[in-house]
């Protein structure tokens, strides 16, 4: 994901905003990080350049 | 095409009548300074569509192989619910082609492709919460494109447009045997 991202996205649960945390990244984009909610503190991991901003109960639920 | 690649396609919706009819009023509709986003963008057809405009263009889906397919199409994709993870009041236009074939108990089977097709017994279950929610992310002036079919109940759309506190005008249509295809726009009132 680009940082440009980071304008737009909120915590799903409460809309409040996140805060990035960058494991590994390349010139333009964050590759492999989380982000935070400033608010309630859930952590949204971020992998192979997508985040994952599903709601926690929706991330344990999904198909395979 | 390889066979990793091959699997990975069968897990994501890949592009058909509906979303060429979505991509083609998308595509009319977006301007170059736009910030647009495509619901359940799947292989990224639509958001494709949407950025060969110059919009900005961002594709949001639940299902992490459509994500990665619309990724390496080029589209800034989220992983996510319908709108949930934007904040308010951030795109100028908002697409969806919505899984809308009414389906019932006994026929749901738990995979991705059934995430993109299947819209429980009305056909309208994720319609209704997108319609609920994509007015909070929409600017003042922003604008809805979403396709509807007639089998999940068009007049039924509309009035649930209508409750979410929007005028729906109906911009492009096309028939086939077992549905009308729609593109219905929808504007704040």
């Known amino acids: 994901m680009k940082e440009s991202l980071m304008e737009i996205v909120r915590c799903p649960m409460d809309k409040q905003e996140l805060e990035l945390e960058v494991i590994q990244r390349t010139d333009d984009e964050v590759l492999e990080g989380r982000l935070v909610c400033s608010e309630c503190g859930e952590e949204y991991p971020i992998e192979e350049g997508i985040p994952n901003l599903l709601p926690p109960d929706m991330r344990e639920d999904a198909p395979a | ?189």
């Open chain 2, 1 to 189: 095409m390889g066979l990793d690649e091959r699997r990975e396609r069968e897990k994501v919706y890949q592009p058909a009548e509906d979303s060429h009819l979505l991509a083609t009023a998308a595509r009319d509709e977006a301007a170059p300074t736009d910030r647009t986003l495509d619901v359940g963008t799947g292989s990224g057809y639509v958001a494709t569509a949407m950025a060969e405009t110059g919009a900005t263009v961002y594709g949001v889906d639940p299902n992490p192989h459509a994500c990665r397919q619309a990724r390496e199409s080029g589209i800034r994709v989220v992983q996510g619910d319908l709108t949930e993870p934007f904040g308010d009041g951030v795109f100028d236009l908002v697409t969806f082609n919505p899984p809308y074939l009414p389906t019932t108990p006994e026929e749901a089977v738990d995979d991705w492709m059934e995430v993109a097709l299947a819209g429980g017994e009305s056909g309208r279950a994720v319609i209704e919460p997108f319609l609920a929610g994509v007015g909070r992310v929409l600017t003042p002036e922003g604008r809805v494109l979403m396709l509807v079919s007639s089998l999940s109940g068009f007049d039924t759309v509309v009035e649930l447009a209508n409750e979410a506190g929007f005028t729906a005008t109906t911009v492009d249509q096309d028939s086939f045997p077992f549905e009308t295809l729609s593109i219905l726009r929808l504007d704040h009132e």
